[in-house]
């Protein structure tokens, strides 16, 4: 256990959780409003970013969401996620240093 009172992800996060995860593996489908409503199920969003955007003029084979939560505890709810097939694509959910 780390300090915080949980176990450390031995990731290169240090000993401090984020509240950040890195959603890949999206089929190019997928809007920033399907992303927002699967992962607010799972707590509460401060902020949800999807690349490329909706709106981008290109097409994309695939696309990559990071989404903030105010909740910390929610980052290793939503990694159960990984492998959910979700529109066409199996989902990949990973921790994300909130500094990137």
Do not use: W
């Not at 031995?10 to 959603?23: D, E, H, N, S, Y």
């Not at 997928?30 to 909706?54: A, C, H, K, N």
């Not at 084979?61 to 105010?70: A, I, M, P």
């Amino acid at each position: 256990m780390n300090s915080a009172g949980g176990f450390g992800l031995g990731l290169g996060f240090g000993l401090t959780p984020t509240a950040v995860i890195q959603v890949t593996n999206l089929s190019s489908a997928v809007t920033s409003e399907q992303m927002r409503t699967l992962f607010s199920f799972l707590g509460e969003i401060e902020e949800l970013r999807l690349y490329p955007p909706d709106n981008a003029p290109l097409a994309f084979s695939s696309k990559v969401c990071y989404v903030k939560f105010r909740d910390p505890s929610s980052v290793g709810v939503a990694q159960h996620l990984t492998n959910t097939v979700f529109i066409d694509r199996a989902l990949i959910v990973v921790p994300c240093a909130e500094d990137d």
